[in-house]
């Protein structure tokens, strides 16, 4: 079974305190790996695409990395506005992507 | 941002009552999404279109019908609203070939059946 799993489930850094976010998936014939980040009361905002192991992708404080089970996403020096919830999603067909539940962060001041 | 409008934004309605939810987008993208999301779980897919009048199921499709009659709209219809229906509802568009396909979400729907 076709299967996506983050952990921690809630994670509180201080500022400027690097950590990472782990998605780990089952899925077999993987055809993207997806990061979205989800504020309060808002839909999910697309991060980063990973398709292949080794693969790693960067933006601001955020990298993003794959191996053939998991997928990280770093994030470096946070900031209180990284405060969010974090979502994985790995696509096991053309129209099939099975979501994590989500990391909530909260980078304190 | 991606050019994605859910109406309503919030709506509360009785168990039994029909509801009708709209995704309207100015992308011209042609895969349509609608997901819901609840508490310990992660998005999980109702319905999805891959053109105009080209529906099919998700992974929790019972209850709930579509239609696309032009391809920037996605109607979600509750046939018989019921509680367990409450959540919040995202629609999302994609672009994708065999690989890729990264979706832009809508602002969501929060729906309450009483």
């Known amino acids: 079974e076709d299967q996506v799993t983050q952990s921690p489930e809630a994670l509180r850094l201080q500022e400027g305190e690097s950590s990472s976010l782990n998605c780990s998936y089952t899925v077999s014939g993987l055809r993207g790996l997806f990061w979205y980040r989800q504020d309060p009361g808002k839909g999910p905002e697309f991060l980063f695409t990973l398709y292949s192991a080794g693969e790693e992708k960067e933006k601001e404080r955020l990298k993003a990395t794959l191996t053939k089970k998991e997928s990280f996403l770093h994030i470096t020096a946070p900031k209180p506005e990284d405060s969010a919830t974090y979502l994985c999603a790995a696509r096991a067909g053309t129209y099939k992507y099975i979501f994590g539940t989500g990391t909530r962060l909260k980078v304190l001041a | 941002d991606a050019g994605i409008t859910q109406s309503p934004r919030h709506k509360v309605t009785e168990t039994g009552t029909p509801v009708t939810l709209r995704c309207h987008q100015t992308?011209?993208?042609?895969?349509m999404y609608w997901y819901r999301q609840d508490p310990g779980h992660g998005l999980r897919l109702i319905h999805y279109s891959y053109g105009v009048k080209d529906t099919d199921k998700g992974e929790v499709s019972d209850g709930y019908s579509v239609s696309r009659s032009k391809t920037e709209d996605f109607l979600l219809t509750l046939e018989s609203a019921t509680s367990s229906q409450t959540s919040v509802y995202f629609c999302?568009?994609?672009?994708?070939?065999?690989?890729?396909?990264?979706?832009?979400f809508g602002p969501g729907t929060r729906l309450t059946v009483t």
């Open positions: 992308e011209n993208h042609r895969y």
């Open positions: 999302a568009i994609s672009e994708s070939g065999d690989y890729g396909g990264e979706q832009y």
